[in-house]
């Protein structure tokens, strides 16, 4: 199967998204079911307060973010699918 590249540049886009976010939002707030949504960032991010800021964070931040691209990947195929019926 053939990588799309603009599925993976959605899938991207839409991690990157998913990490600002999940460093500003998940992080702080008491909801489990934002913690939950924004999981590998708000575990980071908790982990990093409890222990403090190091390289090891950074590495698991990068970790995050590839993971959830391979996750939203299949959200830009989607879209990209949509996109290619509606033209």
């Known amino acids: 199967m053939k ?3 603009s599925a993976l540049k959605i899938a991207i886009l839409v ?6 976010l999940g460093n ?12 939950v949504v924004f999981l ?4 980071i991010a908790g982990m990093s307060n409890f222990a403090g800021w190091d390289s090891l964070s950074l ?23 949509d996109k290619d019926l509606n033209e």
């Open 40 to 43: 590998p960032y708000s575990l």
């Open 59 to 81: 590495i698991l931040e990068l970790a995050g973010l590839i993971l959830m691209t391979l996750l939203f990947y299949p959200l830009g195929l989607l879209i990209e699918k």
């Open 24 to 35: 500003l939002i998940g992080a702080r707030s008491d909801n489990s079911f934002v913690q």
């Open 15 to 20: 991690s990157i998204l998913h990490c600002l």
């Open 3 to 5: 990588i799309r590249n």
